[in-house]
């Protein structure tokens, strides 16, 4: 008994008032043996108490544990399952994507290969002996290509299928583990609604027994009561100490009514020593001192509030019990919602394996339909149709070329159209000048009616393509290469610049109109074009591919070209239109120091057009003589011009004020641009002053800059003025003088 006495001490499931009421061994020794035999019963039912609620605590600890490790695993489980969902999603927009590509690709091959069809047979007799050397290659390859393309989709499909199988496995282990939980569960509770109601039938009979206990004791204590009184007044004091212990015995009963009993039998042994004690106390009350029934009351009370803690523990338990069970339910739930996700995947990957399926048998269609199929379309079938050269006409003289070309280009479209002279002879050298032409102003002007009149006129081709402001690479513009379907997708601009090459179109004047070329940064999507048109002529390549392709378009064939480089020729032109508005883009330097810039203000009044004869279209290589003819003619003059100007106190402004000098590229397009000008019927004053107007006296060069006062661009006006009579003393820089007095009163208002 000391060692459990000792346990009861210690241990922490015990309140400390009632660790405390443990007695000594000095106050063990002192008892009498049957109060000592009665508290060892009692210590004894204690500790197997104390023993059982041990095991209780130890077997909960221990399903707390699982059920944190099956937590743990339900968490990683639905982790993974979401892992895989977000994967099947990803892989499942891909695969619409791409099928969304091939049903795209399908249809372009569909809409040209009746066409292809057609004209391949009409060249079919042409072509057998080399179709039949060409064969056993293009048989290999196309083998080879079907072999790699069949093995990269039986690895998809084989990794596709073990992951899925990886799926339906990991499915059924988590579907058996769910139903085994599921199962324990099930007993679990069973379990605890046996022991509840076992609990409550309990309660009930110890409630009634109590109550009809405790009613005959306190009847019984106050028949004896009242006996003791009537026979000895003495013991007044302490029968009112017992009445005042019954009174605390029937809250005890009350507050037994109110928590839940759960060690029944410890208590009825406990009822029962209690009996025993009243009982003994009744017979030794003459006997004992009223201190005696007070320390004995005292003890009882520690023993009730020690058995009502015990209760609240039991109770606390039983509700920790309950939540328990609570969050499995919610848990099966979690568990039960996975499993209809997991069906709901498993009918997408059911989905995804047909639409695999209908892709390869779309992706075998399409191969074998690429068969045989060039990768330029549109410029072999250009060999084909464009055969045998065009009739074309001399072009005459530069000024009666200029003033026939004002009369063509009257009547060339419906409505007519008035341009002066001077923007005719314009237009003519910067045709000599460059190949990229700007032509600005605001809307309505005549900006792309010039363009498509000149290629009427002249019996040329004009090709218009509308820029549009996402475009941001050349693939915008001249089209891009399919390495899946090996086929270059030609835009019309790439047409255009074959076709300028090609016999009927070789002699004659050929143009892109990029209508509305400032829509986005044409030092993106032209970049490449605007390099190659800087190079010599010999030279000028646009690289389309990054290797060879098997049978190239004929002009691709040349030497430099390598299969993959198209040859840029002289008679094409690039003419675009720009806009100045909100929505238009600036140009670089670069843009504008390469090309012929002309801006359009206003149309001329209407004159009587003369109907001109011949519709033949002009000869490039005529209109490139006459070019020559003229560049040599007035080279002289153009120097002595341009030497006037380098010595004179303007240029000096221009480099002291304005860091702005004559570059060799100035002087190079100076001596293009001046004599065609002057061959047309224009003077060197005028090409100069043009010239000078769209190179220097721009926005960023001399106007429109913030770092430049009144007075400077005064003293450079005075200095152009004294200067430009060694150029031109008949007639004044208009355009100069006229950008200059706006940038002056412009400057004038700020201040």
Known sequence: ????????????????????????????????????????????????????????????????????????????????????????????????????????????????????QREALKTLHDEIRRLETE???????????????????????????????????????????????RQQLELERQRLEQTRRN????????????????????????????????????????????????????????????????????????????????????????????????????????????????????????????????????GILERQALEQEKRVLEQHKRALDSAVTDLEQRLDDLTTRQQGRSAFEALTKMDKDLVGAASVEEVPTLDAFARELRHRIAGALDAPLFYPEQVIRLFLGGLAMSQLHILQGISGTGKTSLALAFAKAVGGHCTEVPVQAGWRDRDDLLGHFNAFERRFY???????????????FKDRINIVLLDEMNLSHPEQYFAELLSALEMPAARRRVVLTESELPDPPRLMRGDGCEGRKLPLPDNLWFIGTANEDETTKGFADKTFDRAHVMELREKDSPFQVEQQSGPLPCSFSSLRRQFDQAQRKHRQAVEAGLAALQTSAFTNRLKDDFDLGWGNRLERQALSFIPVVIAAGGSLGEGMDHLLATRLFRAGKITERFDVGLDTLRELETALVEAWPRVDSKNDPETCLDRLAREIKRKEQQG
Do not use: W
Not at 30 to 35: I, L, N, V
Not at 209 to 218: L, T, Y
């Open 490 to 504: 030609e835009r019309e601009c790439l047409q255009a610049i074959y076709r300028a090459g090609t016999e009927p």
């Open 1 to 116: 008994m000391p060692e459990q006495i000792a346990r009861l001490e210690g241990h922490p499931a015990l309140p400390e008032t009632a660790a405390a009421a443990v007695p000594s061994k000095e106050e063990l020794d002192s008892m009498p043996d049957g109060t000592k035999d009665q508290f060892a019963e009692r210590v004894a039912a204690l500790d197997a108490a104390l023993t059982d609620l041990d095991a209780k605590r130890e077997d909960l600890d221990r399903r707390l544990a699982e059920a944190k490790q099956q937590e743990t695993a339900l968490t990683a489980a639905t982790a993974d399952h979401e892992q895989r969902q977000t994967a099947l999603a990803e892989r499942e927009g891909s695969l619409n994507d791409r099928e969304r590509a091939i049903e795209l690709r399908e249809l372009d091959a569909r809409n040209g290969f009746l066409a292809q």
């Open 135 to 181: 064969r056993d290659q293009v048989i290999a390859r196309t083998e080879q290509d079907e072999r790699e393309a069949r093995q990269r989709i039986d690895a998809m499909r084989t990794a596709f299928r073990a992951e899925q199988q990886a799926d339906k496995d990991a499915v059924a282990q988590n579907r058996q583990a769910l139903e085994d939980d």
């Open 199 to 330: 609990q409550d039938s309990i309660e009930q009979e110890i409630r009634q027994r109590v109550e009809g206990e405790h009613h005959r004791e306190i009847m019984l204590l106050k028949r004896r009561i009242h006996e003791s009184v009537k026979l000895a007044g003495r013991d007044e004091a302490l029968i009112q100490r017992q009445q005042k212990e019954l009174e605390g015995f029937a809250q005890l009963s009350h507050l037994l009514r109110q928590h839940d009993l759960a060690n029944a039998e410890d208590l009825i042994e406990q009822l029962d020593a209690l009996r025993s004690e009243n009982r003994r106390l009744r017979e030794d009350q003459r006997h004992r001192s009223d201190d005696d029934l007070e320390a004995e009351n005292d003890s009882l009370r520690e023993r009730c509030d020690d058995y009502e803690q015990r209760l609240e523990d039991q109770v606390r338990q039983i509700n920790e019990l309950k939540n328990e069970v609570g969050s499995r339910r919610v």
